[in-house]
Every structure is written in C-alpha cells, then in structure tokens.
C-alpha cells in the first residue's frame, strides 16, 4: 500500500500564500557548453546561469530563453535547468598526473573536468610547491584565466577533498605508494585532453527525458523545452501533471496566426491540456553583446512575465494586460491586427502583442472542458494549492489516527485552513455568501479507511474570476448643466 501524502486535482478549481520563489520557477531542458548533466542546475541570474552552464552557443534555445526570463521576472523566481547531451560518445576531458618519485614517476592523481563536453580541454592545472614544507599548490585555469586555486595540499586524498564541490575539475586518487609527500604531484602546468557530448544528435526525446530530473521536491512551476516544435506537447502535459507545473509551447518562427490556431486546436485533445498554454508569436531580444536584434521562442519572455507577476500579486493573477507588459524583450516577431489577436483568444492561443505595448494579451488554457479550465491561472492556482497542501499534510504522516473527532483530523482541519485562509486574505479566492473561497470536507473519512491508515481530506476551492472581456458603453448626451464628475 502506497505511504506518504497524495494529492489529486480534480474538476472543481486557486493559490499563492506559498513561496513565491518557488511558485515562480521556471523549469527548462537544453543543451549548453558544460554544467551537471546528472541533476538540476539552478541559477537565480543570467550571469549565475552562464557561470554554471558557460556562454552562449550557436546550438539550442536555452540561454535565449533564460535571458528572456531573467530580463522579465523582475528580481523574481529562478531557473531550474537540465542540461542534456546527445546519446553518442559523452565523456569528460582528463589528465593523469604522475608523483615526484623520479623519471616517469607513479600516477597520483586523475584530473577530470566536473562535467562532459569539449569545454574539458580548455582547463590546465599548475602545480607550484606549497608555502608549508611537503604541501603543493594546485591553480585551475580556463582559457588561460586563473578560475580557482587550492593552496598547501599536503596529500593527494586532499586534492580529491578540496575539490569535491568544484565547478571546473575532480581529482581521483590513483593510489601511488611512494612515500609521502613525494607522493604528490610534480610541479608544472598539465593540460586535461578530450571531452565530448555529442550536441549534434540531441533529438527531442533526449530532451523529454531530461525533464525526469525535475522531481516533485523542487515545487510548482512553468517548464517548457524552447525551441521545440508543439510536438512536445504531450510530453510536457504528462510531466505537469503528474508534478503539478504547467506547460508552455509555442509554433515555430514565422508561424502565422491562422497556423497558431490550426496548431491550437489539435492540442485541446492532448491528455492534461488545461496544464498547457500554448504562446505566440517569436519575440525580438537585443542581441546580447552583438549588434542588431535576435528572434527568440518566446517561452522564456512568458514564464518571466508571469514570475514578476506573482511577485507582485499571486499566482492567481494571469501575466496578461498591464502585468504581462514587456520591460526587456523588444517585440513580437510580428505585429498582429486586432482581428487576429482576437481570432487567437478564441481558439486558446495566448496571444503576444505589438501595440500600443508589447504585452501578453490572455490567459486561456488548451483544456477543452472551458467551464473548469478555461483559463491558465485556475490550473496554476491548483497546481500551487496542492503543492502547499501536501507540504502541510506530510508533518502528519506516521501520526496515530485518534478516531473521527480526535486530535489527528482537528490538525489536519487546522493545517489546510490555514493555507487555504491565507490565499482567500490574499484576494487569492473567491467568496460567496456561504463560504470564503474554500471548504474543507473531512467526512470520507470513516472506520474502513482507518483502519488502512488512509485519511483523506476533500478541498473545493474558488478562483477569482479573470476579465476578458471589457465593455465600455459612451452615451452623447445634450448637456444643458455642468455634467457631474
């Protein structure tokens, strides 16, 4: 029998008095120069990310994306990554150092760059002899730069110690049996050789399956693999809910908006579709150090319009009129009419638009059932709903169950009403005569399920209501007085 705490969303759709970093994130999978291909890398700026992942590549989406994202979010949220690599030959450049022992000396220590990829070849270690009598210095240099120093080592066990959190390299102790310290490794400067991780066979399930690393322990959030075709769409569907994210894909470049809804419509088919919106056109970013405009997906303007947004409100409140308005993406590849932009809504695209600012105009989900699901904050309201719930209900897992009317269900009673309180105080929920935006059903509980250990609490929760139409009726009127203010 399974343990642990279960949470299903089910058709009655709210959330945000959590933690808006973490409701904030935005997931992605891509390929980049170097960074952990084990598990996710997490940066909370565009200079942290490229310090991780290393700069721009003429390959893939991601830096785009996360650039787009960091430009919008307003100081809010952080990118989670995984960085994926291709299925051939995929290994980390490396040296093997030898001892002071004499002429060819004894292997002492394996240098190997931290992760796979060519970028390997571009680390050199010089080893000078320590400041302390028997200990060496060991200096990394990439590209010629000094990048970390590990100063006095007196074995070569430190070695591996000292760089067991280290961005650049690893060091493996090779066992040499000279005696210490002319165990150590010789003074001089050591290149490391080889490294590859095969970025021209990356294909779209490589990518899919990166998306396994974004366990449920690293929260709600947007996830998108930019740059790919709507074909990822299911996949992601699958991913968000079963961890409870939402999606994000957008058409291909030069999609026109009649394409966009064609594309749109044979979505809200796909299994999940409420997790999923589907955004477009391309945006234009400043070239970043170069001259002139690039042409970018635009999933990563959207999860960062939809950050600062959160940030400022909650994640009830759709990125959408003066919340979606750009502050750092320049455009939308095209500048659609208002009969266009209009015809997009219809059909559950997300529109971005050109005048009189550049803003993501929407916030309609690709759920066919529009009663529930219509638009993208109900779904994010309940993705960040059960995240928070099911946080609350682990502290009660292993507890005795002291019947019905006992301490155990009054704690969980307590727990959900605090949670769910907070979001209704927020302007998270929506009231009624009878309710506050939320109520707590605590009756499937009974003897049987007790006595399995299973306790189940039912939540209902209201979403505000979100304006997408706005009519504004203009009556001329012959004033014979002053018209009142």
Sequence with gaps: MPTGVQVTIGAAAGAGGGDPTLEAQYFLAGTSQRGDVTKPIIARSYAEFTDLCGPRTTTGFAHDSVRSFFGENEGVGRV??????????????????????????????????????????????????????????IAVTYGGATVETFANLTSPADAVTAAAASLWVRFTNAGSVTA?????????????????????????????????????????????????PTTVAASLAAHCAAKNRT????????????????????????????????????VTLPADGEAGVRTVSPEGFYAG?????????????????????????????????????????????????????????????????????????????????????????????????????????ADMRTRLHGILGEFADQGGLSPSASDPGYTIDLSGNNATTLGLGRAVADVSFRPPGVAELITVRLTKSGFTTTAAA
């Design 80 to 137: 989670v990554f995984a960085r994926t690599v291709g299925p051939g030959t995929v290994n980390a450049a490396t040296v093997t150092l030898k001892d002071r022992s004499g002429a060819g000396g004894a292997n002492t220590l394996v240098a190997t760059a931290a992760n796979p990829g060519s970028w390997g070849a571009g680390i050199s270690l010089v080893i000078t002899d320590g400041f302390i009598a028997g200990t060496y210095n």
């Design 180 to 228: 210490a310290p002319t165990n150590n490794p010789l003074a001089g400067t050591f290149a490391l050789v080889g490294g590859a991780d095969d970025l021209a066979n990356v294909a779209q399930s490589h990518l899919v399956a990166a998306l396994d690393r974004f366990g449920p322990e690293y929260g709600p959030g947007l996830v998108a693999i930019p740059g790919q």
């Design 247 to 282: 999606g994000v894909v957008s058409p291909p470049a030069g999609t026109s908006s009649a394409s966009a809804i064609t594309l749109a419509r044979g979505l809200r088919s796909t299994t999940n579709a409420r997790t999923l919106r589907l955004v477009h056109p391309y």
């Design 305 to 409: 319009r939809r950050a600062a947004t959160i940030g400022r409100v909650g994640v009830w409140q759709p990125p959408a009129g003066d919340f979606g308005q750009a502050v750092y993406v320049l455009g939308p590849e095209y500048v659609m009419t208002s009969t266009q932009r209009d015809a997009l809504v219809d059909d559950a695209v997300v529109p971005i638009v050109g005048t009189p600012t550049t803003r993501i105009y929407g916030d309609r989900s690709l759920a066919s059932d529009e009663v529930t699901w219509r638009f993208g904050s109900y779904s994010e309201l309940a993705n960040a709903l059960a995240f928070d719930c099911s946080n609350a209900m682990e502290g009660l897992v292993g507890r005795a169950i002291d019947g019905l009317h006992g301490v155990f269900f």
